[in-house]
């Protein structure tokens, strides 16, 4: 899609869905029968099967299934489209977006939440942000420096994966790799934004030289999520009719303590 910054801005706020819970912002509670459910605010756009950009908003719960579904990537990653690199924060449903995987493919869903200080987070990791360094994992990876959201799994490979999954490369935790001198945790001193992006299938995206995993829930059976929380998870992802239409993962995902079994001393 040929759009210029203006018409990008309009699109952003077409046929946009009302929030269907109280007051706008990062975080609210919501009374249940037991105790209150941290809850925070999800932005949303995606194609139509018109073709269409629509945008919806909603409050969910703050916690590791709906949380780790938007906070992949930080504001200034930069991608590659058919129309030349563009930041994530730029990034519209409708464009085309080139992934390590596939090739180009069409963008069809593009969330956003906000990292917030000293917010009452249920993790200590959902406050902060991994930034690294230009050239930790070898030469223009990445180039420049990347920050990454606090949910963000990078392609990596390692002989203990083929034994663990029969598969050579899996998707890790970029937080695994912290180590507090090439890749480290940063905690921003004001609200930022962070993004994810969801095509067709579970792809891998090259972002400033690192591949980094796209959006995918996980299996349904791995999703802990009560009978009555589903339909306001799947109403995330209006570009799926259910969970199970996400399809399978790219590569498997693993942490990296999984593969210190295999490490030779």
Not at 245 to 265: I, K, Q, S, T, W
């Amino acid at each position: 899609m040929n759009k210029t910054p203006a018409e990008r801005a309009q699109y952003a706020h077409v046929n946009k869905t009302p929030l269907p819970l109280t007051r706008q912002g990062g975080f609210d509670t919501k009374p249940t029968t037991s105790t209150k459910t941290l809850m925070r605010k999800y932005d949303v756009l995606y194609l139509t099967e018109k073709g269409e950009i629509n945008e919806v908003s909603r409050k969910a719960p703050a916690t590791p299934v709906f949380e780790d579904c938007f906070a992949a990537l930080g504001r200034g990653s930069i991608l590659q489209t058919k129309n030349g690199p563009v930041a994530v924060e730029d990034l519209l449903p409708g464009d085309e977006v080139l992934t390590s995987s596939n090739g180009y493919k069409t963008l069809l869903w593009h969330g956003m939440m906000q990292i917030i200080p000293s917010a009452p987070n249920s993790r200590h990791e959902i406050g902060t942000m991994t930034r690294i360094t230009a050239d930790s994992f070898g030469m223009g990876r990445p180039l420049p420096d990347l920050v990454l959201g606090p949910a963000a799994r990078m392609r990596h490979r390692h002989p203990g994966v083929k034994m663990l999954t029969g598969a050579d490369e899996a998707f890790v935790p970029v937080r695994d790799f912290i180590d507090s001198s090439n890749v480290i945790e940063i905690t921003p001193f004001t609200p930022v934004s962070v993004y994810q992006i969801g095509f067709e299938k579970h792809e891998c995206v090259q972002v400033n030289g690192i591949d980094v995993e796209t959006l995918h829930p996980g299996a349904p059976h791995m999703i802990q999520l009560k009978p009555e929380m589903r339909p306001l998870f799947i109403s995330l992802f209006p570009h799926k009719n259910s969970i199970a239409d996400f399809g399978a993962l790219y590569l498997p995902r693993l942490r990296l303590r999984d593969l210190d079994l295999f490490e030779v001393a």
